[in-house]
């Protein structure tokens, strides 16, 4: 069965310094990776997805970016982190199948404040 | 373009009565439609999801759904609600005729079940 790892599960960094966030996957080959992050508990925003090693589309301008350096990895990555970058970040998986709907499946979360 | 709203920010109903999470949607092609929830602190769990074919779709946790085309809507439902319904929904869309592997979620609604 397929399983998404996500660290670390909470994050506490000052502002202006760097931050790389971690997903892997398990249990599959060549799957759509997603990040979301999502504030105040509330709605999800789409940051950035991949299709494939190297394929990074960026939904929202902003000072995060994401790297597939592997398959079934996912980082997501800043050089200097704001204060609004304090969120719940959540990675998910889906395949890629033609037709079905392409049914996400998310990680457990990272929790990041940045004071 | 595709969009999706959930109109009631939270929902309570009292334990073993009939539970409904509305939600509406807007995309070009046909719809894939699809319920998660979220507990406290935890990434989304998947419900359930309409493809094609009946209009009445049944999920994990006893949830059901119901795609009405005519009123663009998809709403959750279970008969008898328990205290461990308690969670964030959200409704989420993709349009068929969308080539981007990503879905939108709607802004999430807090459904809470009193003993």
């Known amino acids: 069965s397929q399983t998404i790892h996500q660290w670390p599960a909470t994050l506490v960094q000052p502002v202006g310094s760097p931050l790389s966030l971690e997903c892997t996957v398990e249990g599959t080959s060549n799957p759509n990776l997603y990040w979301y992050r999502q504030a105040a508990g509330r709605g999800l925003q789409l940051l950035f997805y991949?299709?494939?090693?190297?394929?990074i589309s960026s939904e929202v301008p902003q000072n995060l970016s994401a790297s597939r350096p592997q398959d079934r990895q996912f980082i997501l990555s800043s050089k200097k982190l704001l204060l609004s970058d304090s969120g719940f970040y959540l990675c998910?998986?889906?395949?890629?199948?033609f037709g079905t709907g392409e049914t996400q499946y998310f990680g457990p979360g990272t929790r990041l404040l940045v004071l | 373009a595709q969009s999706v709203a959930q109109p009631e920010d939270q929902v309570n109903v009292a334990e073993g009565n009939p539970l409904t999470v509305k939600c509406t949607y807007s995309v070009s092609g046909n719809p894939y439609l699809f319920w998660y929830v979220q507990y406290p602190n935890r990434g989304l769990q998947f419900l359930l999801k309409?493809?094609?074919?009946?209009?009445l779709v049944k999920g994990s946790y006893g949830f059901e759904a119901e795609f009405n085309k005519s009123q663009t809507s998809f709403h959750l439902k279970k008969p008898s609600a328990l205290v461990s319904d308690s969670a964030l929904y959200f409704c989420a869309v993709r349009d068929s005729y969308s080539s981007a592997s990503k879905i939108i979620f709607g802004s999430g609604t807090r459904l809470s079940i009193r003993p």
């Open positions: 991949s299709v494939g090693i190297g394929q």
């Open positions: 998910a998986w889906s395949l890629q199948l």
């Open positions: 309409y493809i094609t074919g009946d209009n």
